[in-house]
């Protein structure tokens, strides 16, 4: 399972590269540069018990409006059984200066197979973006859970890799929003 999670990833990541890198600039380019993937390749929960118990993964795809994404994460909360979800999540740029920005991500989603099956998350992300398209960084948060008659809570942290435009710092999409700044409108009198 955690090899096939593993080349699943690193297909969809090179998927989504070539699939943005054969639009031409006719009009859909601008609309491709806003899609983004996100992947925790790695994170754990602060439970107690082994390691394997504890491993959380999962990888995100959706739209960045501006300093707001919007996607849709599927993932795994332990490699030993099978323990699957899926949530959506908004993310909110928060805080931008240069490469780095701090962003605050809400989520709600289901847990496959689970006595607690309504998921909530509220985290926070440390990213770098290092190049136009891939940042690093890492990601701290909690999840609750929530069923019929039990309820429950996971506190996690870990690193994810995320390809997609960056933003300015007045958390707009650089490219998009960043034209439109310092023009002037000339108009009829």
């Known amino acids: 399972m955690k090899k096939t999670f593993l080349i699943f990833t690193v297909l969809l990541f090179f998927y989504t590269k070539n699939s943005f890198s054969q639009i031409n600039s006719s009009g859909f380019d601008s609309i491709s540069k806003s899609f983004y993937s996100r992947v925790v390749p790695i994170g754990t929960s602060l439970d107690a018990g082994k390691f394997s118990s504890r491993i959380i993964q999962n990888f995100e795809l959706g739209k960045t409006f501006g300093p707001i994404d919007i996607g849709v994460a599927f993932g795994r909360f332990s490699s030993s059984d099978s323990t699957n979800f899926a949530q959506l999540r908004t993310t909110l740029d928060a805080t931008q200066i240069g490469v780095f920005s701090s962003e605050f991500s809400v989520g709600v989603g289901k847990v496959f197979n689970s006595s607690t099956p309504l998921m909530f998350e509220i985290s926070t992300t440390l990213l770098a973006q290092f190049t136009q398209k891939i940042g690093v960084g890492a990601i701290f948060g909690s999840?609750?859970?929530?069923?019929?008659?039990?309820?429950?809570?996971?506190?996690?942290?870990?690193?994810?890799?995320?390809?997609?435009?960056?933003?300015?710092?007045?958390?707009?999409?650089?490219?998009?929003?960043?034209?439109?700044?310092?023009?002037?409108?000339?108009?009829?009198?």
């Open 143 to 189: 999840y609750d859970f929530i069923g019929e008659y039990e309820r429950g809570n996971k506190q996690f942290f870990g690193l994810f890799l995320r390809y997609g435009p960056m933003r300015n710092e007045f958390g707009g999409l650089i490219g998009r929003a960043t034209r439109s700044i310092g023009r002037r409108r000339v108009g009829r009198r």
